[in-house]
């Protein structure tokens, strides 16, 4: 078992108080490292570094042109040790190896684009009338408080590191408490690539312990969270106090519109891996899948039999598509939404642990079928491989259905006919929208909700826009007294 140590002012450090917690690997339920426990003390402690590195250290003289290269050597390090990574993610996690490597490649890329991208930041020349000279100049925010979740560990760190980092700022870290370890693999390498201490912290804890006072800290200037609707309500109220820049990021529950006329076989596809890739543990997860009625039993018949085959297995193992849920409390979380669904719709597949895997929180791909949209299981995130099918008779009913939920994060829409999918493009309140595909996530392109799904959006251009203050600067050009009084 292995003890990790935090990050703070670039040295390793425990816990203040001396505390540690253990991890598990979700597949046995068996604890396979210990990190440490912070609070509020390491949190001061932890601002105060990024805080310093902000105010009085080198950071703010490194050049755009250096923090790119920094970038590109963090990129060039993922790269290098990915294997390795990929097999610490799955292990923690539970994910299937496979898409543990693809998460590790895009972790790669998240680097090098923003490494790309520090140099591009550019102000404006304010055309203002007279003897004056307007600009508008980007700025670092400060101090970010970020706070991010369990299902894509290290690839969120990136989403959130990458930007905060090309944009000049510094950052304090708290990876979710079920998967902490390879962000903490990643701060060993931050002095290697030449990041001044302080400039990146990652401190691992509880969301009440750790979490809630990096977010009323006053020393902290911005807060970037990827989580639970709930905690995100929470996380707004703390922020007011100190006037905090805050964007957050709250999951859904996502439409996945199927019309008669889409390709058979691709529609099929394209709802299982909506809805279950990395065990439906995916805040863009389809989890509602609305199937025009012209199609409706062939669909579900041939979605539930393509489910049932679906491989559960050891996170490890190559021809695992689907591993264990992260934890205890999700696969509990999971089950109870699997028990309402069986009051509330007509289950089809799935709804129990597999009975060829006695250890693990494994749950298997579930559907349930007939749910009407008002149901709890199609209005609440369940975050897990629950997919639950509804009926549509035309487009009119498929855009009320999609958009009769309180979340706005992604939707997606199947069809061969242009005109129709453009116009149901246009008519869904969600972040992110695709056509004749679902998930795929480009690190040149924004990610972000509508609607309670959170705002502000990350990745791209936009991504480093949320790490930035506008400062207005004017130049008087002429010489002349104001002459007022
Ligand atoms: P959570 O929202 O409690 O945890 C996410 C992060 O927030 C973790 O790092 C946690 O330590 C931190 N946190 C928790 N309470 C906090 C507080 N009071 N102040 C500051 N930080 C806090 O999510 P949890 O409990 O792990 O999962 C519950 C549900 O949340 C899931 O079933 C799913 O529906 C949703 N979720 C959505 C995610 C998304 O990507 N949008 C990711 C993870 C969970
Ligand atoms: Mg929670």
Redo the contacts with the bound molecule.
């Keep these: 078992m292995k003890r990790y140590r935090m990050h703070v002012n670039g040295e390793p450090v425990d816990s203040c108080s001396g505390r540690a917690f253990p991890v598990y690997d979700p597949s046995t339920e068996e604890v396979i490292a210990e990190v440490p426990q912070a609070d509020a003390a390491d949190v001061d402690r932890a601002v105060a570094a990024a805080r310093t590195a902000f105010d009085c250290g080198p950071w703010r003289q490194t050049t755009a042109q250096e923090r790119g290269r920094i970038l590109l050597r963090l990129a060039e390090r993922v790269r290098q040790e990915s294997a390795n990574l990929a097999e610490i993610e799955s292990r923690n996690s539970g994910k299937p190896i496979v898409e543990a490597e693809f998460d590790m490649a895009d972790v790669a890329t998240c680097f090098e684009y923003y490494g790309g991208l520090a140099t591009k930041v550019l102000g404006h020349v304010n055309p203002v009338p007279d003897n004056a000279l307007s600009l508008s100049i980007r700025e670092p925010m400060g101090v970010a408080g970020q706070?991010?979740?369990?299902?894509?560990p290290l690839l969120?760190a990136a989403w959130k590191l990458a930007p905060a980092i090309a944009a000049g700022c510094t950052c304090v870290l708290?990876?979710?408490?079920?998967t902490p370890l390879t962000a903490l693999e990643f701060a060993n390498w931050l002095a290697d690539v030449g990041l001044p201490p302080g400039v990146v912290n990652v401190i691992t804890?509880?969301?009440?312990e750790?979490?809630?006072p990096?977010?009323r800290h006053a020393d902290v200037d911005k807060v970037a969270?990827?989580?639970?609707?709930?905690?995100?309500k929470?996380?707004v109220k703390?922020a007011a106090d100190t006037v905090k820049r805050v964007t957050l990021?709250?999951?859904?529950k996502s439409p996945n519109i199927f019309f008669a006329g889409a390709d058979f076989e691709a529609a099929i596809d394209g709802a299982l891996f909506g809805v279950f890739i990395n065990q439906g543990?995916?805040?863009s997860a389809g989890s509602r899948i609305l199937v025009e009625r012209p199609i409706y039993s062939k669909f579900v018949e041939a979605m539930t039999e393509k489910a049932k085959h679906i491989r559960l297995g050891p996170p490890l193992e190559r021809e695992t598509k689907m591993g264990p849920l992260?934890?205890q409390?999700?696969y509990d979380?999971?089950n109870s939404y699997v028990e309402l669904g069986k009051k509330e719709a007509k289950l089809v597949a799935g709804g129990k642990r597999p009975g060829s895997l006695k250890r693990g929180f494994y749950m298997e791909p579930t559907v349930f079928c007939d749910v009407p949209n008002s149901a709890r299981i199609a209005q609440?995130?369940?975050?897990?491989p629950v997919a639950a099918v509804i009926p549509f008779s035309d487009e009119a009913e498929a855009i009320r259905i999609a958009n009769e939920t309180r979340y706005g994060?992604a939707a997606a829409v199947w069809s061969r006919d242009i005109f129709r999918a453009f116009r149901v493009v246009k008519a869904l309140r969600a972040g992110v929208v695709w056509v004749n595909h679902m998930q795929p996530t480009y690190v040149e392109a924004p990610w972000g909700g509508y609607k309670q799904?959170?705002f502000g959006r990350e990745l791209g251009p936009w991504g480093i826009e949320e790490y930035l203050e506008t400062k207005q600067v004017h130049i008087n050009l002429n010489e002349q007294p104001i002459g007022w009084y």
């Design positions: 706070i991010i979740p369990w299902n894509y969120m708290k990876p979710a408490e079920q804890g509880f969301g009440e750790t979490g809630a990096l977010v969270f990827t989580g639970s609707a709930s905690v995100g929470q996380i703390m990021e709250l999951g859904g543990e995916v805040c992260v934890s409390e999700q979380r999971v609440e995130e369940i975050f897990g994060l799904s959170g």
